[in-house]
């Protein structure tokens, strides 16, 4: 016989199998049981259940107890003709198809999206208090003195001009060969689609383009798969995060840079929907941490070393700042909003002192590139093409009337509609990539993939939406194909995409009214849309900027067109009729480029300055700031930013500017780490190497050595793990009673950064094992502390004011009773969803 049964509440997780809904509802278990009756009458006549409902005692207790978790109803079939039978039934069959599938939906959408619900345990934070050790003070003396203190100052300036200067280079470089190779590329496409219409072989320009972007695509990836997959993606995700303070391992090596800048170049020869402005923040910050560290550690394990002195994490975070902003100002030539993008998106801890240097860096930067572009482009004096991007100056001054602000209200909905669309459909897409694809050949597979698909559509669009027009393009060397155009016409889409994503976007802004028609923008919005959601978060090296601001640029365009023509037409003006709906286009253009950009990006300040120095007129900065601030608060009700959202589902703690609220009552105590992983000032070098390889601890508080208390005493200082790798690597230690025979540096500890040591290449010998270190030269004596009682808020400040990665808690005997580390305060995250703001508390898992 069958039987159907309610579990236990008190031993069973459970959800409802036939609704697919938790609810705790007091009638919640009459309902259930009645769908059950309504199951087992659709099973069939042959198959005999029995259900056992729950007394009124257990239900009332059930529903005295808000948190227990809904009853699971569980099916046993013990009959085996019973189970043919249920197999044999049509209804049955459908039915147990139907749970299974809910149940996989289930876990999509609702059980395993803990990617945005939990952080991941491998992120550790950086070191940006210093450790004042006695190695440390006895470091520090050599540099008491005017000289010293001057010349510190000026390296600094110094560093920050190599790397806006290094930075410009690399942009310039990049510059040439995408030009240069993409134009080959695009020439030779249109020699086949011209050849071909006439003569009935349009296969073979789309199979050449599908061939070129295919190949190209697949090294790009196999290179960023491979080499270092850190360099996926525009990285500003993961340069925010390390600017907050958290050590992401690998991302700023020399084989991200390689990977980054390389994989850029290949993505966009590619044919993919993706700019090369975003990476080049990644590659400036990696370009800066370089320079910061004074060497180069090359992929066959070799380093070229020039000096250690900036080796810790507090200099090379400004400087990365420094190269943060510097690719973006090489980018957009432009510096101010270079600097505003670090110090609203990037930097955690700002000042004054480090305001002025890192924008010397970026002018350095724009400066650079002006000059190297503008030679490249033959007239090296004219200094006209101050980055990789320009919207380029519209041929008339851009105005706005009050009567137009609404419409500029109503784009910038749009705006943040289409953004949080486009956050939510990748999101998902990216949940789907970290169940399923998650190995490597099939990382590159779906990168080649795209890049056909891309050239596929763009191929079907430009045969199938027949749209042709004589006007010539704004770019004088645009490539334009026919395809079945009369002579002296051309196919109006082939100047979008048989051209680099940020030709397409200055085609959009400045290309005549009558060059593209309410079709083919309405074709060219739908696909590349969708192209943008699917190629960001490939494993290649992509950037979002310019896909978000060209689909923007579309569909503004089509608003411009469309209130061009809704406008009554002025007898006095006929002459100039064609001059006004260009400028009107190309305006309403740039506000939905702008609207586009804040829904998916969600940033204001530094976009609106971008995008006024982009565009070189000061005088338009009030609508696209209106538009901006509106459609980041529309996206904002729905969801997150883009980035946010990668930072969210890669799982790394970032801390936000102030503590969540209505956390007051909570104490350090409360969510501190304990018992604790302690060591005596003079340990055995056993204890230390089993706690290095059973803990994955980066802190040890060290304590007093006192027999009466084993594992407790006053606290005396704290050492980190990377600081205890280096010693049992230098083997400083000695039998007890003896002095150890090597002396050590603070430069054997720089030798090691950032990339420190793991316990596996550590080997000792069992004698080795039996000697005592001596820890008191190398610990910090004076760790930040709190007593148990602080509250959170006080702790979270004093942490993120900081810049602190441990925070030990004592009791009233100065003892040690715990630690509080970054995972501690950033599992506590606030965020708002459809207006309602809500406190959620975090689960710390391994992945």
Request: hydrophobic share 45%; glycine share 8%.
């Amino acid at each position: 016989m069958a039987s159907a049964r309610l579990a236990d509440p008190d031993t069973t997780e459970s959800t409802n199998d036939i609704s697919g809904t938790k609810s705790n509802d007091k009638h919640g278990k009459d309902t259930r049981y009645r769908k059950v009756k309504d199951e087992i009458k659709q099973v069939g006549s042959e198959s005999k259940f029995h259900v056992t409902p729950v007394s009124e005692e257990e239900h009332e207790l059930n529903n005295t107890v808000p948190a227990r978790p809904t009853p699971e109803l569980k099916f046993d079939i013990d009959d085996e003709a019973d189970t043919l039978s249920n197999h044999n039934s049509i209804t049955a069959l459908l039915s147990s198809k139907f749970r299974d599938i809910q149940k996989r939906l289930k876990q999509y959408g609702i059980e395993s999206p803990r990617f945005r619900k939990r952080l991941v345990s491998r992120w550790e934070s950086m070191n940006y208090d210093v450790c004042e050790n006695v190695l440390y003070l006895k470091d520090q003396e050599k540099y008491k003195s005017k000289k010293w203190v001057t010349l510190r100052w000026l390296s600094k300036w110094l560093v920050m001009f190599f790397i806006g200067l290094g930075t410009a280079l690399l942009a310039a470089t990049i510059y040439y060969v995408v030009e240069k190779l993409a134009h080959y590329k695009f020439e030779l496409i249109q020699h086949y689609f011209d050849e071909c219409a006439k003569n009935n072989c349009l296969y073979q320009p789309a199979l050449l383009w599908m061939g070129i972007n295919l190949v190209v695509t697949l090294a790009g990836a196999s290179l960023v798969t491979f080499l270092q997959p850190l360099a996926a993606g525009s990285g500003i995700p993961y340069i925010k995060s390390y600017l907050n303070g958290i050590k992401i391992p690998g991302l700023l090596t020399f084989r991200a840079f390689v990977a980054k800048t390389v994989g850029v170049v290949l993505s966009i020869l590619g044919g993919l929907a993706c700019g090369k402005e975003g990476p080049m923040a990644h590659s400036g910050s990696i370009i800066a941490a370089g320079f910061g560290r004074g060497r180069i550690n090359f992929c066959n394990g070799k380093t070229l070393s020039f000096y250690s002195v900036f080796r810790n994490d507090h200099e090379i975070r400004d400087f990365v700042a420094g190269g943060a902003a510097s690719g973006v100002s090489s980018a957009f030539g432009a510096p101010i909003g270079g600097t505003l993008f670090s110090l609203e998106e990037a930097a955690s801890f700002w000042n004054q002192d480090l305001t002025w240097r890192v924008f010397f860096s970026s002018m350095v930067a724009c400066f650079a590139t002006n000059f190297l572009i503008s030679a490249i482009n033959g007239d090296p004096t004219k200094l006209a093409d101050p980055g990789l991007v320009r919207f380029n100056a519209f041929k008339f001054d851009l105005k706005f009337d009050l009567i137009e602000i609404p419409v500029f209200i109503f784009m910038a909905v749009i705006g943040g509609l289409t953004g949080a669309l486009f956050v939510v459909m990748n999101y998902k897409l990216t949940v789907f990539r970290k169940r399923y694809l998650d190995k490597n050949w099939i990382k590159i597979i779906e990168a080649g993939l795209v890049a056909v698909v891309s050239a596929a559509v763009a191929f079907g669009l430009m045969v199938g939406v027949n749209e042709c027009t004589d006007k010539a393009p704004f770019d004088s060397h645009a490539v334009t194909a026919s395809v079945y155009c009369s002579d002296k016409k051309h196919n109006s889409l082939s100047t979008l995409f048989l051209t680099t994503p940020e030709g397409c976007l200055k085609a959009l802004l400045h290309d005549p009214f009558e060059s593209h028609g309410p079709v083919s923008l309405v074709a060219f919005i739908l696909v590349f849309f969708l192209l943008g959601v699917w190629t960001y978060g490939l494993s290649v090296s992509s950037g979002v900027f310019i896909p978000c601001l060209a689909i923007g640029a579309a569909w503004g365009r089509l608003v411009g067109i469309g209130v061009a023509n809704m406008m009554p037409e002025n007898p006095n003006l006929a002459a100039n009729s064609s001059l006004i709906k260009q400028l009107d286009v190309g305006k309403f253009a740039l506000i939905g480029a702008a609207c586009q950009l804040g829904g998916i990006l969600r940033t204001t300040i530094s976009l609106t300055v971008i995008i006024v120095e982009c565009t070189d007129d000061i005088s338009f900065g009030l609508p696209i700031m209106i538009v901006l601030m509106i459609s980041k608060w529309v996206g904002d009700f729905i969801t997150t930013g883009l980035y946010d959202m990668n930072v969210e589902v890669m799982g790394l703690p970032t801390l936000p500017f102030e503590c969540p609220p209505l956390c007051d009552d909570l104490r350090a105590s409360d969510v501190m780490n304990a018992p604790l992983a302690t060591f005596k000032t003079k340990e055995k070098v056993e204890n230390i190497y089993r706690m290095l390889k059973e803990e994955t601890f980066c802190g040890f508080p060290v304590i007093e050595d006192d027999p009466r208390t084993p594992g407790k005493g006053k606290l005396k200082g704290l050492i980190l793990r990377n600081q205890l790798l280096v010693l049992l690597k230098k083997k400083i230690f000695c039998p007890e009673g003896q002095v150890p025979p090597r002396n050590i540096t603070i430069k054997d500890f720089r030798d090691f950064y950032p990339v420190y040591l793991k316990v596996s290449e550590i080997e000792l010998s069992e004698e080795e094992m039996t000697y005592v270190m001596d820890l008191k030269p190398y610990y910090n004596p004076s760790p930040y502390t709190v007593e148990q009682k602080f509250s959170l808020p006080r702790v979270f400040n004093l942490f993120r004011g900081l810049g602190l990665r441990h925070l030990i808690v004592t009791d009233e005997n100065n003892v040690p009773v715990g630690i509080v580390t970054r995972k501690d305060l950033a599992k506590f995250r606030v965020g708002s969803k459809r207006g309602l703001v809500k406190i959620e508390q975090l689960k710390i898992q391994d992945k």
